[in-house]
Antibody, heavy 120, light 107 residues
Framework: QVQLQQWGAGLLKPSETLSLTCAVD????????WSWVRQSPEKGLEWFGE???????TYNPSLKSRVTISVDTSKNQFFLKMTSVTAADTALYYC??????????????WGQGTPVTVSS | DIQMTQFPSSLSASVGDRVTITCRAS??????LNWYQQQPGKAPKLLIY???SLLSGVPSRFSGSGSGTDFTLTISSLQPEDFGTYYC?????????FGQGTKLEIK
């Protein structure tokens, strides 16, 4: 049974870079889309983007200028980096597995979430 | 971006009740609509994809319907473990977007 285990710094100062790691345990890294989603009271659930095992990325245009999603297939891990954080980036960050169901798509496995607070 | 709007934002129902949650997309998304359940302190859980297909293991009391811009999630007979917040999400086009959620409380 696949599990996603995520970690990263939980307290940042404004202008710093957020870095999160998500490790995929118990399943093939191929044939899926590896996503980042955040959740805050102000914006609800917000999809950042996704990456395939081959490194093909799709980003949310509203965040693209600050966000990089990358992958290390040798470790079955993928990563989120977001530069120049502000208080508005305070949220609970999730990694998730996206999969195809025929022509359709859904995120069927999620990490446990990493709370991130941005404060001076 | 496609905007997803859910109705109601919260509701309270009794065990055994039939519950319906509505989701509306700002443009047609065909059947590219997912439903998630999130319980306090936990990550969202995918229940339904393609508007009406139940993920394996999801109880059959959950059902989804709709196409185009209007969708519904129905719980045919509410159980105590069904409390939580339900979200719709469109997967028609990126960026994937979510509704603001419907908080379901058990009376």
């Amino acid at each position: 049974q696949v599990q996603l285990q995520q970690w990263g710094a939980g307290l940042l100062k404004p202008s710093e870079t957020l870095s999160l790691t998500c490790a995929v345990d118990g399943d093939s890294f191929s044939n899926y889309y590896w996503s980042w989603v955040r959740q805050s009271p102000e914006k609800g659930l917000e999809w950042f983007g996704e990456i395939t095992h081959s490194g093909y990325t799709t980003y949310n245009p509203s965040l693209k200028s600050r966000v990089t999603i990358s992958v290390d297939t040798s470790k079955n891990q993928f990563f989120l980096k977001m530069t120049s954080v502000t208080a508005a980036d305070t949220a609970l960050y999730y990694c998730a597995r996206g999969r195809r169901f025929d022509y359709y798509y859904g995120m069927d496995v999620w990490g446990q979430g990493t709370p991130v607070t941005v404060s001076s | 971006d496609i905007q997803m709007t859910q109705f109601p934002s919260s509701l309270s129902a009794s065990v055994g009740d039939r519950v319906t949650i509505t989701c509306r997309a700002s443009q047609s998304i065909s059947h590219y609509l997912n439903w998630y359940q999130q319980q306090p302190g936990k990550a969202p859980k995918l229940l339904i994809y393609a508007a009406s297909s139940l993920l394996s293991g999801v109880p059959s009391r959950f059902s989804g319907s709709g196409s185009g811009t209007d969708f519904t999630l129905t719980i045919s007979s509410l159980q105590p473990e069904d409390f939580g917040t339900y979200y719709c999400q469109q997967s028609y086009i990126t960026p994937y977007t979510f509704g603001q959620g419907t908080k379901l409380e058990i009376k």
